[in-house]
């Protein structure tokens, strides 16, 4: 069975908005899904805290390119507040839609560009010239792990327990909880 994408999903997909790269970019962030073979790369440049440039390569199928193309036009010209509030629902709405085993690619998406704008705040935090690469991975599940361990929240950092599916602080999905006993 051929998968249906929409109009938008296929303009993006065809004719990508923003790839490539940017001459020192202030935040880096990288996503990826081995499971599904997806990876992309979002870099920011920021001022007077807005994403005022956006670039992207990603490596995938058309539903992850598509994704990239329109988050990179969802987050231009917001500011970086703004721009962390861009979920993975607002993506997929923005496409008017994506098949529901392309759903994770919206994930991906939302994630990388959150991984830069960390990258950026990182590095305006530690004062350095050059940012540091944000990676995002997070495909494991929590199964095997003892009740009350911690997990490192992919999105925030935050250390969380594992039997809870979402971070406390930033509420994002954290994998696959532990069955309670």
């Known amino acids: 069975m051929a998968i249906k994408y929409s109009k938008t999903v296929m303009d993006h997909f065809a004719n990508p908005r923003n790839v490539g ?3 020192n970019p202030d935040g880096i962030g990288e996503v990826g899904n081995p499971a599904c073979g997806d990876i992309m790369t979002f870099q920011i440049s920021v001022k007077d805290d807005r994403i005022h440039d956006l670039k992207f390569k ?3 199928c058309g539903a992850a390119i598509a994704v990239s193309s329109m988050i990179s036009e969802m987050a231009k010209g917001k500011s970086v507040v703004d721009a962390l509030k861009i979920t993975n629902k607002d993506v997929a709405q923005q ?6 085993n392309k759903l994770h ?3 991906l998406g939302a994630d990388a560009l959150h991984a830069a704008i960390r990258s950026y705040q990182k590095k305006i935090e530690a004062g350095n010239v050059v940012p540091e690469r944000v990676l995002i991975d997070h495909d494991h599940d ?7 361990s911690t997990c490192r929240c992919p999105h925030c950092e935050i250390e969380t ?3 809870l599916p979402y971070c406390q602080d930033c509420g994002r999905e954290l994998g696959t909880a532990p069955a309670s006993s």
């Open 95 to 100: 496409l008017d839609g994506l098949p529901q």
């Open 142 to 148: 929590h199964d095997g792990l003892k009740q009350g």
């Open 161 to 163: 327990p594992t039997d």
């Open 105 to 107: 690619c919206s994930n």
């Open 21 to 23: 790269e940017i001459d």
């Open 58 to 60: 990603t490596f995938g």
